[in-house]
């Protein structure tokens, strides 16, 4: 199947062509005929299948064509796109600026983190489709600088992530806001029970898309582990980007703290790192990103922020420094390679107290992840990770025990969720 098959026009055609795309990855292929026959989509596609252009191009396609629910309140946006990162939103700007370069599409970008007076102006000037981030766009709602009263399409893209970020509300208020008739698109590369809910309540008769297994990594990463002492991983990392000759590498701590301190030891090694995270300014993220893509640094160490939304052509290698606490999370940071058909590798560097977080991982992979041997020369200049003393359970003195009736959770150690 060939683009040019699909109901594109020329223009969007031709700006496709400029970006050396011929054929439509499998969920373009099923998500572009789907939109621009009018059906609310529920699509779930791992990441890096081309997921972001399987809904750019149909909603430039039906701006194009002037299709029309409701009434447009002066130059207000036609089309909303929620995403739950500035940089994933960085993203989806840019794909509806490369394909619709030759439309006519006017768009723009809101997000927090940045000043507020260059987004109301790109507003005041009037759009068609605005990226945005939730909180940033209920600040602009909320000051009277955007209308969404004229939205004929809606897409929530990494719907989860939104969820999982603690935007239900805000997504909430937003929907509250939108016409009730709409045409409504929802993209992510995972679709847990609570999004179900939310289609279900969302989409009208939706056609369901979903071109991998859910929580599956793509197909073309090689996944591996070095089970390493905790005190011995800076070692190891810094032994296999220089003897392995690594290009580009992506690393992923858990904590903002430790990539600031990660970074700063492999710039001590010599190696030319970034640092991008929740403490970093947008100009600082935006700048750290940009050397990285262009290859004016070898390292860009970042925190789950960057999972989703970084859209790094080539990049060979990702490091998990530090598992994940979420298994599913494990699934799209590997994700930022292996993508648009290439060839990636995702190595882990697992110490002992991280085994639990490892098993979580390969139970929702379905299979084991292979091992490779630390080397020996590693080894013998780090500590073992010590084994905690177990401490016996001592049963509760029968005086100081509670009586049944008084008994309840406030006493008990609260889960943190």
């Known amino acids: ?147 969404l009263s004229g939205i004929d399409f809606l897409v929530l893209d990494e719907a989860d992530r939104m969820l999982d970020m603690g935007f239900i509300h805000d997504l909430k208020r937003i929907l509250g806001l939108l016409p009730k008739v709409r045409q409504n698109l929802l993209f992510s590369a995972t679709f847990s029970e609570d999004i179900r809910k939310l289609a279900a309540g969302l989409l009208h008769q939706p056609l369901s898309i979903e071109v991998a297994p859910r929580n599956a990594p793509a197909e073309l990463v090689s996944q591996s582990v070095y089970h390493v002492p905790k005190t011995g991983k800076q ?59 262009e290859d004016r640094v070898q390292i860009l160490v970042a925190t789950d922020i960057a999972a989703r939304g970084l859209d790094i052509q080539q990049l ?16 799209h940071r590997i994700g930022r390679t292996g993508r648009a058909g290439a060839d990636g590798a995702a190595v882990s560097l697992v110490c002992a107290d991280e085994a639990p977080q490892l098993r979580d991982i390969e139970r929702l992979l379905g299979r084991r992840l292979p091992a490779h041997p630390v080397p020996e020369e590693i080894l013998s200049t780090v500590k073992a990770d010590p084994t905690p003393p177990r401490t016996p359970i001592k049963p509760m003195p029968r005086s100081e025990s509670r009586p049944a009736s008084r008994r309840g959770s406030s006493n008990l150690p609260r889960r943190v969720l």
């Open 1 to 147: 199947m060939a683009f040019t098959s699909l109901g594109l026009s020329e223009d969007i055609l031709r700006a496709v062509a400029e970006q050396g795309y011929a054929s439509p990855t499998p969920i373009q292929a099923q998500a572009i005929p789907a939109v621009l026959g009018g059906r609310d989509l529920l699509a779930a596609a791992q990441t890096g299948t081309g997921k972001t252009a399987a809904f750019t191009l149909p909603l430039l396609q039906r701006l194009i064509e002037g299709t029309r629910v409701n009434d447009r309140p002066g130059r207000a946006p036609r089309a909303l796109v929620l995403v739950p990162t500035r940089e994933l939103a960085a993203q989806v700007s840019e794909s509806v600026r490369v394909y619709g370069r030759h439309t006519g599409i006017r768009a723009a970008v809101v997000f927090g983190g940045v000043g507020l007076q260059p987004q109301v102006a790109a507003l005041r000037r009037g759009i068609d489709i605005l990226i945005a981030t939730p909180g940033r766009l209920l600040d602009l709602v909320g000051q009277r600088h955007v209308n």
């Open 235 to 293: 070692v190891l990392l810094a032994h296999l980007l220089s003897h392995g000759r690594w290009g580009q590498t992506l690393v992923f701590t858990r904590t903002k703290h430790g990539a600031n301190r990660l970074a700063e030891q492999l710039d001590r090694n010599g190696f030319r790192v970034a640092v991008i995270h929740g403490n970093k300014s947008q100009s600082a993220r935006t700048q750290a990103l940009a050397a990285f893509k």
């Open 316 to 331: 060979p290698h990702v490091v998990n420094y530090e598992l994940p606490h979420v298994p599913e999370d494990y699934v």
